[in-house]
Protein backbone atom coordinates (compact mmCIF):
# COMPACT_ATOMS: atom_id res chain seq x y z
CA UNK A 1 0.00 0.00 0.00
CA UNK A 2 1.03 3.46 -0.41
CA UNK A 3 1.47 6.04 2.47
CA UNK A 4 -0.59 9.18 1.80
CA UNK A 5 1.70 10.74 4.10
CA UNK A 6 4.88 10.77 2.23
CA UNK A 7 4.20 9.31 -1.17
CA UNK A 8 6.66 5.83 0.49
CA UNK A 9 5.48 2.28 0.20
CA UNK A 10 3.70 1.96 3.87
CA UNK A 11 4.39 -2.02 4.94
CA UNK A 12 1.85 -2.49 7.92
CA UNK A 13 1.36 -5.31 9.84
CA UNK A 14 -0.50 -8.73 8.08
CA UNK A 15 -2.78 -9.96 10.58
CA UNK A 16 -4.86 -12.87 9.59
CA UNK A 17 -4.74 -12.12 5.88
CA UNK A 18 -5.52 -8.42 6.51
CA UNK A 19 -3.49 -5.53 6.89
CA UNK A 20 -3.44 -3.47 10.60
CA UNK A 21 -2.28 0.10 10.60
CA UNK A 22 -1.89 1.11 14.32
CA UNK A 23 -1.19 4.47 15.27
CA UNK A 24 1.29 7.31 13.93
CA UNK A 25 4.37 5.56 14.67
CA UNK A 26 6.46 5.53 11.11
CA UNK A 27 9.72 4.12 10.68
CA UNK A 28 11.17 4.89 7.25
CA UNK A 29 13.87 2.30 5.96
CA UNK A 30 16.27 2.96 2.65
CA UNK A 31 16.59 0.32 0.72
CA UNK A 32 19.81 -1.17 0.21
CA UNK A 33 19.55 -2.24 -3.87
CA UNK A 34 17.16 0.31 -4.90
CA UNK A 35 17.54 3.57 -3.09
CA UNK A 36 14.19 4.06 -2.30
CA UNK A 37 12.20 4.46 0.80
CA UNK A 38 10.13 2.52 2.75
CA UNK A 39 7.59 3.25 5.66
CA UNK A 40 6.80 1.09 8.12
CA UNK A 41 3.96 1.50 10.70
CA UNK A 42 5.70 0.10 13.52
CA UNK A 43 3.47 -2.44 15.65
CA UNK A 44 2.58 -1.60 19.20
CA UNK A 45 1.50 -3.77 21.93
CA UNK A 46 -1.88 -3.93 20.68
CA UNK A 47 -1.23 -4.61 17.37
CA UNK A 48 1.06 -7.63 18.90
CA UNK A 49 -1.40 -9.01 21.25
CA UNK A 50 -3.83 -9.01 18.16
CA UNK A 51 -1.61 -10.75 16.29
CA UNK A 52 -0.78 -13.57 19.14
CA UNK A 53 -4.53 -13.79 19.15
CA UNK A 54 -5.07 -14.51 15.86
CA UNK A 55 -2.51 -17.12 15.91
CA UNK A 56 -4.04 -18.85 19.40
CA UNK A 57 -7.18 -19.00 17.56
CA UNK A 58 -5.97 -20.71 14.51
CA UNK A 59 -4.16 -22.94 16.51
CA UNK A 60 -6.75 -24.09 18.32
CA UNK A 61 -8.90 -24.17 15.57
CA UNK A 62 -6.77 -26.70 13.90
CA UNK A 63 -5.41 -28.66 16.81
CA UNK A 64 -7.41 -31.50 16.49
CA UNK A 65 -6.32 -31.92 12.68
CA UNK A 66 -4.68 -34.82 11.42
CA UNK A 67 -0.91 -34.94 9.79
CA UNK A 68 -2.47 -35.29 6.42
CA UNK A 69 -3.58 -31.55 7.08
CA UNK A 70 -0.27 -30.47 8.29
CA UNK A 71 1.40 -31.55 4.75
CA UNK A 72 -1.41 -29.21 3.04
CA UNK A 73 -0.59 -26.40 5.11
CA UNK A 74 3.31 -27.02 4.40
CA UNK A 75 2.27 -27.71 0.86
CA UNK A 76 0.12 -23.99 0.74
CA UNK A 77 3.52 -22.32 1.84
CA UNK A 78 6.06 -24.66 -0.86
CA UNK A 79 3.41 -23.19 -3.43
CA UNK A 80 3.55 -20.08 -2.14
CA UNK A 81 7.59 -20.21 -2.65
CA UNK A 82 7.48 -21.55 -6.04
CA UNK A 83 4.91 -19.22 -7.69
CA UNK A 84 6.48 -16.32 -5.82
CA UNK A 85 10.02 -17.04 -6.68
CA UNK A 86 11.13 -14.56 -9.38
CA UNK A 87 9.04 -11.65 -7.16
CA UNK A 88 10.67 -12.89 -3.93
CA UNK A 89 14.28 -12.91 -5.38
CA UNK A 90 13.46 -9.43 -7.15
CA UNK A 91 12.15 -7.92 -3.60
CA UNK A 92 15.37 -9.62 -1.52
CA UNK A 93 17.76 -7.21 -4.14
CA UNK A 94 15.79 -4.46 -4.26
CA UNK A 95 15.66 -4.24 -0.56
CA UNK A 96 18.65 -6.30 1.19
CA UNK A 97 20.97 -6.10 -1.76
CA UNK A 98 21.79 -9.13 -2.26
CA UNK A 99 23.13 -9.73 -5.70
CA UNK A 100 19.97 -10.59 -8.05
CA UNK A 101 21.84 -14.49 -9.02
CA UNK A 102 21.97 -15.55 -5.34
CA UNK A 103 19.03 -13.94 -4.00
CA UNK A 104 17.09 -16.66 -6.69
CA UNK A 105 19.54 -18.95 -4.97
CA UNK A 106 18.22 -18.14 -1.45
CA UNK A 107 14.30 -18.64 -2.41
CA UNK A 108 15.05 -21.86 -4.11
CA UNK A 109 16.55 -23.63 -1.11
CA UNK A 110 13.44 -21.87 0.60
CA UNK A 111 11.53 -24.44 -1.51
CA UNK A 112 14.05 -27.06 -0.72
CA UNK A 113 13.75 -27.00 2.66
CA UNK A 114 9.77 -27.15 2.77
CA UNK A 115 9.53 -29.96 0.90
CA UNK A 116 12.26 -31.43 2.92
CA UNK A 117 9.99 -30.90 5.87
CA UNK A 118 7.31 -32.79 4.25
CA UNK A 119 9.31 -35.40 3.66
CA UNK A 120 10.16 -35.52 6.96
CA UNK A 121 6.96 -35.33 9.19
CA UNK A 122 5.62 -38.43 8.26
CA UNK A 123 8.68 -40.78 9.52
CA UNK A 124 8.73 -38.16 13.54
CA UNK A 125 7.69 -41.00 15.85
CA UNK A 126 8.06 -41.16 19.27
CA UNK A 127 8.87 -44.07 20.96
CA UNK A 128 7.53 -47.43 23.24
CA UNK A 129 9.10 -47.12 26.81
CA UNK A 130 9.97 -50.20 28.52
CA UNK A 131 8.36 -49.34 32.01
CA UNK A 132 7.81 -53.11 32.96
CA UNK A 133 12.16 -53.08 33.24
CA UNK A 134 11.07 -52.43 36.80
CA UNK A 135 8.56 -54.33 39.03
CA UNK A 136 6.11 -51.08 39.33
CA UNK A 137 5.97 -51.27 35.90
CA UNK A 138 4.81 -54.80 35.20
CA UNK A 139 1.23 -54.37 33.30
CA UNK A 140 2.13 -50.91 31.86
CA UNK A 141 2.76 -49.54 28.84
CA UNK A 142 3.73 -45.97 27.86
CA UNK A 143 4.76 -44.02 24.66
CA UNK A 144 6.14 -40.96 24.18
CA UNK A 145 4.41 -38.35 20.67
CA UNK A 146 5.67 -34.71 20.02
CA UNK A 147 2.76 -32.07 20.46
CA UNK A 148 2.99 -28.23 19.49
CA UNK A 149 3.37 -25.54 21.62
CA UNK A 150 1.12 -23.46 20.28
CA UNK A 151 2.14 -19.98 19.17
CA UNK A 152 5.62 -19.95 17.48
CA UNK A 153 7.22 -16.73 17.50
CA UNK A 154 9.64 -16.03 14.51
CA UNK A 155 11.82 -13.36 14.64
CA UNK A 156 14.20 -13.08 11.70
CA UNK A 157 17.51 -10.72 10.86
CA UNK A 158 17.75 -9.17 7.28
CA UNK A 159 20.51 -11.16 5.35
CA UNK A 160 18.49 -14.02 4.13
CA UNK A 161 14.47 -12.60 4.16
CA UNK A 162 13.22 -15.87 2.52
CA UNK A 163 15.49 -18.45 3.69
CA UNK A 164 15.85 -17.63 7.93
CA UNK A 165 11.97 -16.99 7.88
CA UNK A 166 11.18 -20.04 6.03
CA UNK A 167 13.82 -22.00 8.50
CA UNK A 168 11.69 -21.04 11.25
CA UNK A 169 7.98 -21.48 9.60
CA UNK A 170 7.82 -24.97 7.93
CA UNK A 171 9.29 -26.55 11.21
CA UNK A 172 6.60 -24.92 13.53
CA UNK A 173 3.55 -25.42 10.96
CA UNK A 174 4.84 -29.02 10.70
CA UNK A 175 4.69 -29.35 14.65
CA UNK A 176 1.21 -28.05 14.26
CA UNK A 177 2.13 -24.69 16.19
CA UNK A 178 0.56 -21.02 14.35
CA UNK A 179 3.26 -18.50 13.87
CA UNK A 180 3.69 -14.83 14.48
CA UNK A 181 6.87 -13.72 12.34
CA UNK A 182 8.57 -10.43 12.98
CA UNK A 183 11.23 -9.53 10.67
CA UNK A 184 13.98 -7.20 10.58
CA UNK A 185 12.45 -4.19 8.99
CA UNK A 186 14.64 -4.73 5.81
CA UNK A 187 13.16 -7.97 5.55
CA UNK A 188 9.69 -7.09 6.02
CA UNK A 189 8.64 -6.60 2.69
CA UNK A 190 9.76 -10.55 1.89
CA UNK A 191 8.18 -11.47 4.33
CA UNK A 192 4.76 -9.60 3.90
CA UNK A 193 4.42 -10.98 0.37
CA UNK A 194 4.97 -14.65 1.27
CA UNK A 195 2.76 -14.96 3.87
CA UNK A 196 -0.24 -12.94 1.69
CA UNK A 197 1.20 -15.25 -1.21
CA UNK A 198 0.52 -18.48 1.58
CA UNK A 199 -2.76 -17.46 2.46
CA UNK A 200 -3.85 -16.96 -0.87
CA UNK A 201 -2.45 -20.67 -1.90
CA UNK A 202 -4.99 -22.04 0.98
CA UNK A 203 -2.58 -21.26 4.54
CA UNK A 204 -5.64 -20.95 6.59
CA UNK A 205 -5.51 -16.97 8.03
CA UNK A 206 -3.95 -16.69 11.44
CA UNK A 207 -1.46 -19.37 10.78
CA UNK A 208 0.70 -17.33 9.65
CA UNK A 209 1.01 -13.47 10.81
CA UNK A 210 3.90 -10.91 10.46
CA UNK A 211 4.39 -8.03 12.70
CA UNK A 212 6.09 -4.78 10.97
CA UNK A 213 8.45 -2.82 13.71
CA UNK A 214 11.64 -3.39 15.39
CA UNK A 215 12.99 -4.34 18.67
CA UNK A 216 9.83 -3.19 20.59
CA UNK A 217 7.65 -5.13 18.53
CA UNK A 218 10.17 -7.94 19.06
CA UNK A 219 10.47 -8.01 22.94
CA UNK A 220 6.42 -7.04 22.94
CA UNK A 221 5.89 -10.45 20.99
CA UNK A 222 8.55 -12.67 22.60
CA UNK A 223 7.44 -11.62 26.23
CA UNK A 224 3.84 -11.95 25.75
CA UNK A 225 2.23 -15.14 27.89
CA UNK A 226 0.42 -16.67 24.99
CA UNK A 227 3.64 -17.24 22.73
CA UNK A 228 4.89 -20.87 23.65
CA UNK A 229 7.94 -20.85 21.71
CA UNK A 230 10.48 -17.94 20.69
CA UNK A 231 12.85 -18.97 17.60
CA UNK A 232 15.05 -16.11 17.31
CA UNK A 233 18.05 -15.56 14.69
CA UNK A 234 20.39 -12.40 15.75
CA UNK A 235 23.05 -10.80 17.62
CA UNK A 236 24.34 -11.85 20.89
CA UNK A 237 22.93 -9.05 22.45
CA UNK A 238 19.61 -8.77 20.87
CA UNK A 239 19.37 -12.65 22.25
CA UNK A 240 20.41 -11.96 25.68
CA UNK A 241 16.95 -8.97 25.22
CA UNK A 242 14.81 -11.77 24.14
CA UNK A 243 15.68 -14.84 26.14
CA UNK A 244 14.78 -12.74 29.22
CA UNK A 245 11.33 -11.33 28.17
CA UNK A 246 10.90 -15.08 26.98
CA UNK A 247 11.78 -16.48 30.48
CA UNK A 248 10.73 -20.25 31.31
CA UNK A 249 9.21 -20.57 27.98
CA UNK A 250 11.07 -22.44 24.58
CA UNK A 251 13.81 -19.93 23.47
CA UNK A 252 15.82 -21.28 20.31
CA UNK A 253 18.28 -18.91 19.25
CA UNK A 254 21.30 -18.62 16.35
CA UNK A 255 23.34 -15.37 17.25
CA UNK A 256 26.79 -14.45 16.90
CA UNK A 257 29.48 -15.86 14.84
CA UNK A 258 33.40 -14.90 13.90
CA UNK A 259 33.99 -17.90 11.63
CA UNK A 260 37.24 -19.52 11.69
CA UNK A 261 38.26 -21.61 8.70
CA UNK A 262 42.18 -23.31 9.53
CA UNK A 263 44.24 -24.27 6.77
CA UNK A 264 47.14 -26.62 7.79
CA UNK A 265 50.29 -27.12 5.37
CA UNK A 266 49.11 -30.29 4.12
CA UNK A 267 45.78 -28.51 2.20
CA UNK A 268 45.26 -27.78 -1.28
CA UNK A 269 45.82 -24.06 -0.98
CA UNK A 270 43.83 -23.35 -4.21
CA UNK A 271 40.84 -24.91 -3.00
CA UNK A 272 41.08 -23.67 -0.08
CA UNK A 273 41.47 -20.08 -0.83
CA UNK A 274 38.74 -20.26 -3.31
CA UNK A 275 36.18 -21.52 -1.25
CA UNK A 276 37.25 -19.17 1.80
CA UNK A 277 36.84 -16.57 -0.14
CA UNK A 278 33.49 -17.31 -1.21
CA UNK A 279 32.51 -17.68 2.37
CA UNK A 280 34.06 -14.25 2.94
CA UNK A 281 33.04 -12.43 0.70
CA UNK A 282 29.88 -13.41 -1.37
CA UNK A 283 27.05 -11.62 -0.84
CA UNK A 284 29.31 -8.79 1.10
CA UNK A 285 29.99 -10.94 4.11
CA UNK A 286 26.13 -10.89 5.82
CA UNK A 287 26.09 -14.24 6.64
CA UNK A 288 26.41 -15.32 10.32
CA UNK A 289 28.99 -18.41 9.06
CA UNK A 290 31.02 -16.51 6.70
CA UNK A 291 34.73 -16.57 7.05
CA UNK A 292 35.95 -14.50 8.88
CA UNK A 293 39.37 -15.64 10.38
CA UNK A 294 41.75 -17.42 8.55
CA UNK A 295 44.16 -19.12 10.25
CA UNK A 296 47.32 -20.04 8.34
CA UNK A 297 50.08 -22.71 9.27
CA UNK A 298 53.31 -20.62 8.66
CA UNK A 299 54.86 -23.15 6.21
CA UNK A 300 51.79 -21.85 3.73
CA UNK A 301 51.29 -18.80 4.85
CA UNK A 302 52.44 -16.76 2.10
CA UNK A 303 51.35 -18.85 -0.84
CA UNK A 304 47.81 -18.98 0.84
CA UNK A 305 47.78 -15.11 1.07
CA UNK A 306 48.87 -14.50 -2.39
CA UNK A 307 45.92 -17.16 -3.79
CA UNK A 308 43.44 -15.94 -1.22
CA UNK A 309 43.99 -12.20 -2.42
CA UNK A 310 43.47 -13.37 -6.22
CA UNK A 311 40.60 -15.19 -5.21
CA UNK A 312 39.41 -11.88 -3.92
CA UNK A 313 40.28 -9.77 -6.42
CA UNK A 314 38.36 -12.07 -8.80
CA UNK A 315 34.89 -11.59 -7.48
CA UNK A 316 32.93 -9.13 -9.35
CA UNK A 317 31.64 -6.11 -7.06
CA UNK A 318 28.77 -4.21 -8.59
CA UNK A 319 24.97 -3.16 -8.10
CA UNK A 320 22.75 -5.51 -6.87
CA UNK A 321 20.74 -6.20 -9.81
CA UNK A 322 23.79 -7.01 -12.28
CA UNK A 323 23.60 -11.13 -12.80
CA UNK A 324 27.53 -11.42 -12.51
CA UNK A 325 27.50 -9.37 -9.11
CA UNK A 326 29.46 -11.61 -6.29
CA UNK A 327 29.52 -8.69 -3.69
CA UNK A 328 26.51 -6.21 -3.64
CA UNK A 329 25.46 -3.73 -1.41
CA UNK A 330 25.85 -3.54 2.45
CA UNK A 331 22.09 -3.25 3.98
CA UNK A 332 22.68 -0.19 5.33
CA UNK A 333 25.02 3.26 5.35
CA UNK A 334 25.31 2.46 9.43
CA UNK A 335 26.40 -1.27 8.65
CA UNK A 336 29.21 0.02 6.29
CA UNK A 337 30.04 2.06 8.87
CA UNK A 338 30.69 0.23 11.48
CA UNK A 339 32.78 -2.41 9.02
CA UNK A 340 35.11 0.24 8.34
CA UNK A 341 35.43 1.32 11.89
CA UNK A 342 36.54 -2.30 13.06
CA UNK A 343 39.28 -2.13 10.06
CA UNK A 344 40.55 1.12 11.24
CA UNK A 345 40.64 -0.10 14.49
CA UNK A 346 42.62 -3.26 13.81
CA UNK A 347 44.73 -0.41 12.01
CA UNK A 348 45.59 1.67 14.11
CA UNK A 349 46.38 -1.41 16.58
CA UNK A 350 49.03 -2.56 14.13
CA UNK A 351 47.39 -4.45 11.73
CA UNK A 352 47.58 -4.15 7.83
CA UNK A 353 45.68 -4.42 4.60
CA UNK A 354 46.95 -7.25 2.49
CA UNK A 355 44.31 -5.92 0.20
CA UNK A 356 42.50 -2.75 0.84
CA UNK A 357 38.99 -2.25 0.47
CA UNK A 358 37.31 0.54 -2.14
CA UNK A 359 34.08 1.95 -0.65
CA UNK A 360 31.46 3.42 -2.82
CA UNK A 361 27.94 4.21 -0.89
CA UNK A 362 26.80 0.97 0.51
CA UNK A 363 29.23 -1.19 -2.08
CA UNK A 364 32.89 -2.26 0.19
CA UNK A 365 34.94 -4.25 -1.91
CA UNK A 366 36.44 -6.98 -0.39
CA UNK A 367 39.28 -6.57 2.53
CA UNK A 368 41.52 -8.89 3.61
CA UNK A 369 43.60 -7.73 7.14
CA UNK A 370 46.75 -9.24 8.50
CA UNK A 371 49.12 -8.57 11.43
CA UNK A 372 46.27 -8.32 13.76
CA UNK A 373 46.64 -7.92 17.38
CA UNK A 374 44.34 -9.32 20.42
CA UNK A 375 43.82 -5.54 21.42
CA UNK A 376 41.96 -5.17 18.12
CA UNK A 377 38.52 -5.36 18.03
CA UNK A 378 38.26 -7.87 14.68
CA UNK A 379 40.08 -10.18 17.00
CA UNK A 380 36.62 -11.30 19.03
CA UNK A 381 33.69 -8.96 17.24
CA UNK A 382 31.51 -10.58 14.41
CA UNK A 383 32.21 -8.27 11.49
CA UNK A 384 29.32 -8.84 9.05
CA UNK A 385 30.44 -7.40 6.50
CA UNK A 386 33.57 -8.37 3.32
CA UNK A 387 36.55 -8.46 5.73
CA UNK A 388 38.98 -11.49 6.51
CA UNK A 389 41.39 -11.60 8.59
CA UNK A 390 44.85 -13.34 7.95
CA UNK A 391 46.40 -15.26 11.19
CA UNK A 392 49.93 -17.08 11.25
CA UNK A 393 49.88 -19.72 13.12
CA UNK A 394 52.97 -21.17 14.41
CA UNK A 395 51.40 -25.33 13.97
CA UNK A 396 48.17 -27.23 13.85
CA UNK A 397 47.94 -27.38 17.53
CA UNK A 398 48.73 -23.59 17.71
CA UNK A 399 45.96 -23.11 14.59
CA UNK A 400 43.67 -24.73 17.08
CA UNK A 401 44.00 -22.63 20.36
CA UNK A 402 43.42 -19.56 17.84
CA UNK A 403 40.41 -21.08 16.07
CA UNK A 404 38.89 -21.50 19.89
CA UNK A 405 40.17 -17.92 21.13
CA UNK A 406 36.45 -16.46 20.75
CA UNK A 407 33.13 -15.81 22.35
CA UNK A 408 31.78 -17.83 19.44
CA UNK A 409 31.57 -20.97 18.17
CA UNK A 410 28.73 -21.37 15.21
CA UNK A 411 30.30 -23.20 12.49
CA UNK A 412 33.76 -23.67 11.21
CA UNK A 413 36.45 -25.38 8.81
CA UNK A 414 39.35 -26.80 8.34
CA UNK A 415 41.56 -27.53 5.42
CA UNK A 416 43.87 -30.77 5.50
CA UNK A 417 44.86 -33.93 3.90
CA UNK A 418 45.47 -35.34 6.98
CA UNK A 419 42.41 -37.80 8.53
CA UNK A 420 44.21 -37.45 12.02
CA UNK A 421 43.90 -33.89 11.90
CA UNK A 422 40.15 -33.75 10.78
CA UNK A 423 40.02 -35.81 13.81
CA UNK A 424 41.74 -33.87 15.83
CA UNK A 425 39.69 -30.84 15.08
CA UNK A 426 36.48 -32.51 15.06
CA UNK A 427 37.14 -33.45 18.74
CA UNK A 428 38.69 -30.41 20.08
CA UNK A 429 36.98 -27.24 18.06
CA UNK A 430 34.62 -25.65 20.08
CA UNK A 431 31.80 -25.07 17.51
CA UNK A 432 28.78 -26.30 16.76
CA UNK A 433 29.71 -27.53 13.22
CA UNK A 434 32.24 -28.23 11.83
CA UNK A 435 33.61 -28.76 7.93
CA UNK A 436 36.70 -30.48 6.54
CA UNK A 437 37.90 -29.04 3.28
CA UNK A 438 34.79 -27.13 2.74
CA UNK A 439 34.43 -23.68 3.77
CA UNK A 440 32.63 -22.24 7.13
CA UNK A 441 29.79 -20.63 5.34
CA UNK A 442 28.98 -24.04 3.67
CA UNK A 443 25.97 -25.26 5.21
CA UNK A 444 23.25 -27.95 3.94
CA UNK A 445 19.79 -28.46 5.58
CA UNK A 446 19.53 -31.85 7.08
CA UNK A 447 22.15 -31.94 9.28
CA UNK A 448 22.05 -30.47 13.07
CA UNK A 449 22.89 -26.35 12.92
CA UNK A 450 23.49 -24.56 15.78
CA UNK A 451 25.98 -23.14 18.14
CA UNK A 452 28.35 -23.42 21.78
CA UNK A 453 29.12 -20.42 23.90
CA UNK A 454 27.74 -17.53 22.74
CA UNK A 455 26.67 -18.44 19.41
CA UNK A 456 23.59 -19.90 20.84
CA UNK A 457 20.90 -22.40 21.99
CA UNK A 458 18.85 -25.31 20.49
CA UNK A 459 19.46 -26.34 17.02
CA UNK A 460 18.00 -25.85 13.27
CA UNK A 461 17.78 -28.17 10.25
CA UNK A 462 14.52 -30.33 9.19
CA UNK A 463 14.20 -32.84 11.23
CA UNK A 464 15.72 -31.06 14.64
CA UNK A 465 14.19 -27.98 14.12
CA UNK A 466 10.87 -29.89 13.86
CA UNK A 467 11.97 -31.21 17.27
CA UNK A 468 12.78 -27.58 18.69
CA UNK A 469 9.39 -26.81 18.00
CA UNK A 470 7.37 -28.95 19.59
CA UNK A 471 7.57 -31.26 22.70
CA UNK A 472 7.45 -34.60 24.33
CA UNK A 473 4.60 -35.71 25.74
CA UNK A 474 4.63 -39.38 27.73
CA UNK A 475 1.45 -41.62 27.83
CA UNK A 476 0.90 -44.11 30.41
CA UNK A 477 -1.72 -47.04 30.30
CA UNK A 478 -1.98 -49.79 33.02
CA UNK A 479 -3.62 -52.75 30.91
CA UNK A 480 -4.08 -54.87 34.12
Known amino acids: MKSERSGNMLLSS????????PGPARMPWTQAGSGGVLDIAEADEGVVAQAVGSARRAFQAQRPSPLTVRLQHL??????????????????????????????GEVARGLQFVEACMSELPHLGGEVIPLDAVSAGVGRVGYTRRFPYGVVAAITPFNAPV?????????????????????APASLRTALHLAEAAIAAGLPPGLLNVLAGDKAAALALAGHPDVGAVSFTGGVQAGEALARATGVRRFVSELGSSAANVVLADAD???AAAKIAAAAFEASGQQC???????VEAPVYDAFAARFVAAAEAMRVGPAGDEQTDIGPLVSEVSAD?????????????????????????????????????????????????????????????????????????????????????????????????????ASRFRLDMYPFGGMKLSGTGREGVRYAIEELSQLKFTGIAWQ
Request: hydrophobic share 50%; glycine share 8%.
Open 14 to 21: FIAGTHVV
Open 75 to 104: QSLGDALAQEAATLAHIISEDVGKPIRIAR
Open 163 to 183: NLLVQKLAPALAAGNACVAKP
Open 269 to 271: LQS
Open 289 to 295: ISAQRVI
Open 338 to 438: RIMALCEDAIARGARYRLAPRREGLILSPAILEGLTPSARLWYEEVFGPVAVLIRADDARHALELANDSPFGLQGAVFTGSLAHAFRFAESFDVGALWVNE
